[in-house]
């Protein structure tokens, strides 16, 4: 199954109520962009909570980061919010993956810089938990779907 935009769909991800997505979205986007953000959390405790035992990402540079290098790095260095450096998420998009598997995207300005985000957050007993995030640098903004 195909949506209005061509891409494939797993036909269960297409029977989840746009109402119900909306709704979801404004939790998720409330998380982001991750570590900088209070909802996400303000404290290692609070950071551990919110991720997956399995989580990794794809740095903007390209290079990959695995949990405990995350966490180690923020146990030394405490992430500044996104508000008070002026940073700006636009371009919100959800998309379901799996039973309580999904896919937030959008876009941070982050003043000097200009990044799409890709974060896969999984609803389990404890919440929402973030499995996996990438951000990759733009270099010609273009919101068109190709």
Same mark, same amino acid.
């Given at each position: 199954?195909?949506?209005?935009?061509?891409?494939?769909?797993?036909?269960?991800?297409?029977?989840? *109520?746009?109402?119900?997505?909306?709704?979801?979205?404004?939790?998720?986007?409330?998380?982001? *962009?991750?570590?900088?953000?209070?909802?996400?959390?303000?404290?290692?405790?609070?950071?551990?909570? %919110?991720?997956?035992?399995?989580?990794?990402?794809?740095?903007?540079?390209?290079? %990959?980061?695995?949990?405990?290098?995350?966490?180690?790095?923020?146990?030394?260095?405490? *992430?500044?919010?996104?508000?008070?450096?002026?940073?700006?998420?636009?371009?919100?998009?959800?998309?379901?993956?799996?039973?309580?598997?999904?896919?937030?995207?959008?876009?941070?300005?982050?003043?000097? %810089?200009?990044?799409?985000?890709?974060?896969?957050? %999984?609803?389990?007993?404890?919440?929402?938990?973030?499995?996996?995030?990438?951000?990759?640098?733009?270099?010609?903004?273009?919101?068109?779907?190709?």
């Amino acid at each position: 199954m195909r949506n209005e935009h061509g891409q494939r769909v797993n036909q269960e991800a297409a029977a989840v *109520p746009s109402a119900d997505l909306n709704g979801l979205l404004q939790q998720l986007r409330s998380f982001e *962009p991750i570590f900088h953000s209070e909802n996400f959390g303000t404290s290692l405790v609070q950071f551990e909570a %919110r991720m997956e035992s399995d989580y990794w990402e794809i740095g903007a540079s390209g290079k %990959r980061y695995s949990r405990e290098f995350i966490l180690s790095h923020l146990e030394k260095t405490k *992430p500044q919010l996104a508000d008070d450096l002026g940073w700006i998420c636009s371009d919100f998009q959800l998309q379901r993956l799996g039973p309580d598997i999904f896919l937030l995207t959008y876009l941070l300005d982050q003043c000097d %810089r200009i990044t799409r985000r890709s974060t896969i957050w %999984r609803k389990s007993e404890h919440g929402w938990r973030v499995v996996f995030h990438q951000g990759t640098v733009v270099s010609q903004l273009d919101s068109a779907l190709t």
